[in-house]
């Protein structure tokens, strides 16, 4: 094994969320801050349609989701997802010698808007916080909804447990990550 962090390690530590679009926009793939942004795990995200999942407000947005071939910035784009609305700046580009494949990276504004004017620098570290708080809260999300398929009906409230209260430590950063 390398010392040189594989490609699923490096799209695991970016803070921005990151969807792998096969053709038909289907989710082929995602990363960690993708499940926390969308509130899915990977698992219940790949092979759902993006339409399914998020509601972009830009009309030129869907023009060149649908094009395949795209590759463009769009900035503070008011998207729901879920019941929750987002701003977020959206880059979509294409996979190299991969037609029909698309990664689309989507940041939330709230989390890099900078404080002041001028060249002060963004204000950065709630962002990094909540992600590195965010990664292993997804993962012990993962290893209960792992373990509940495992167990008898009687102990998967325990896994439940787990799941529902990793959701609400998420919410809570997100709640802190926006004073």
Do not use: C
Request: aromatic fraction near 4%; glycine fraction near 8%; charged fraction near 25%.
């Amino acid at each position: 094994m390398s010392d040189f962090p594989q490609p699923a390690e490096q799209l695991a530590s970016l803070s921005s969320a990151v969807l792998l679009l096969g053709p038909g926009l289907v989710i082929q793939g995602t990363n960690p801050a993708a499940e926390q942004l969308i509130g899915i795990g990977a698992k219940r995200l790949v092979g759902r349609k993006l339409d399914e999942i998020a509601h972009f407000d830009e009309a030129r947005f869907y023009e060149w989701l649908d094009r395949g071939d795209s590759q463009i910035s769009a900035l503070s784009v008011k998207t729901r997802i879920g019941n929750a609305e987002h701003k977020l700046d959206l880059i979509l580009s294409p996979v190299i010698d991969h037609p029909g494949w698309q990664m689309l990276a989507m940041n939330d504004v709230r989390a890099t808007e900078t404080l002041g004017e001028g060249d002060e620098p963004p204000l950065r570290a709630p962002a990094i916080l909540a992600h590195e708080i965010k990664n292993p809260l997804s993962a012990i999300r993962g290893a209960a909804q792992l373990l509940g398929r495992k167990l008898s009906d009687g102990d998967k409230a325990l896994t439940q447990l787990i799941a529902d209260e990793v959701d609400r430590i998420a919410k809570l950063v997100d709640r802190m990550q926006s004073l």
